[in-house]
């Protein structure tokens, strides 16, 4: 199944991009998803923790993924 | 009255009212981008956004402080892209009876902003490179 | 930078200034006349004060507030004489590097204020008749 | 001698005066001087509470006054 990652701060400057499709087996979580992009990341966002949202809203556990799903692994907010 | 916008460009502040007759109470903040970030001198911030995932957090936020404190309205713009220095990124309006219970709802909403709605900071050095902002918010 | 000001007729307000390169935090605090003293419909308030002394108070305060917090500004402009309902009859902006200091000024400097600067308020009813005011500080 | 009373607030609503001239013994205070403006008021201060100030400022016990001196006895003040 096709996820759509959302990349931002820190994820966008590790991989360049501000959006990625990555393909994943059914059954994978947003936490598999984190491991993933860390993985693509090389070892640039290790000590970084994140937030996750999935489908735009924050969620506080991993939860299963659909087709289609937008994931977001959100870093340390900075607004104001 | 709840107004939350995430906009680009200067922040238009919200205009001069006389004609409220049970507001003893306006509160304005106003936040600004200094010359710094980590002790290193910028040309400016740039502030990227989780386009709707922002906004919908920020009325979210402003709905939630209105419901939590004895506030009439609150109106709020944050800033996104390219900020200069001296700048507004941030301007929030708290109309209330007494003073009290203003600050205390520009207080909650500006800490809950810093810490929950998906914005982050990228520096602007002089020679126009940029990084994600390492500070902290605060 | 500090700005203590007793005036008559509206308030103007401080300018808009993007020019600060180190003051990330601007804070704006307005005073206005509510429609109701003690419970009774008013057509405003009469701001009455001792001249001489309510000046010289109202910069002592805006001088201690300064040295006490590390605010790097603060403007106040208090208005006297009759302010209608919905009118600013006071203006307080606080400049600082963080917002945190900004607000505590803004909160020590009304409150002291409110206790220590020689100005009343009359009651001024819809006939035109005016009694001072019964309204303790808060 | 004589001293110069300001009134403000409740103390120019009781006695519908600005300003009084008051002769006082050589010798008086600004507690007698309180005194004496209560008495003027017929009670009508009754249960307010004032601070003294002795030539625009604020003093916080009694003090002994001297001709041409300007007293105002300041009600709980209500700025803001």
């Not at chain 1, 701060?9 to 990555?22: M, P, R, V």
């Not at chain 2, 309205?73 to 800033?79: A, I, K, P, V």
Request: glycine content about 8%.
């Amino acid at each position: 199944m096709k996820i759509t990652v959302k990349c931002f701060s820190h994820i966008k400057y590790a991989l360049g991009k501000n959006k990625i499709i990555i393909n994943l087996e059914a059954g994978a979580d947003t936490a598999d998803l984190e491991q993933e992009i860390r993985g693509l990341a090389e070892g640039k966002l290790d000590g970084i923790k994140f937030v996750t949202a999935l489908n735009q809203h924050y969620i506080k556990i991993p939860v299963e993924l659909q087709e289609g799903d937008e994931v977001a692994f959100i870093p340390p907010v900075q607004g104001g | 009255m709840i107004i939350a916008e995430i906009v680009e460009g200067p922040i238009s502040p919200f205009p001069e009212n006389n004609s409220r007759r049970n507001q003893g109470a306006e509160l304005v903040f106003k936040g600004r981008v200094r010359s710094r970030e980590n002790g290193k001198l910028i040309q400016g911030l740039d502030y990227e956004h989780y386009a709707s995932m922002a906004s919908t957090e920020l009325e979210n936020l402003a709905r939630k402080t209105v419901n939590k404190y004895p506030i009439s309205d609150l109106f709020c713009r944050h800033r996104v892209g390219e900020v200069p220095v001296g700048a507004a990124s941030l301007i929030v309006v708290i109309w209330s009876k007494h003073r009290r219970e203003g600050f205390d709802a520009m207080a909650f909403f500006i800490a809950e902003l810093k810490q929950h709605v998906p914005i982050w900071k990228w520096a602007i050095f002089p020679d126009g490179s940029r990084i994600p902002s390492e500070s902290k918010h605060c």
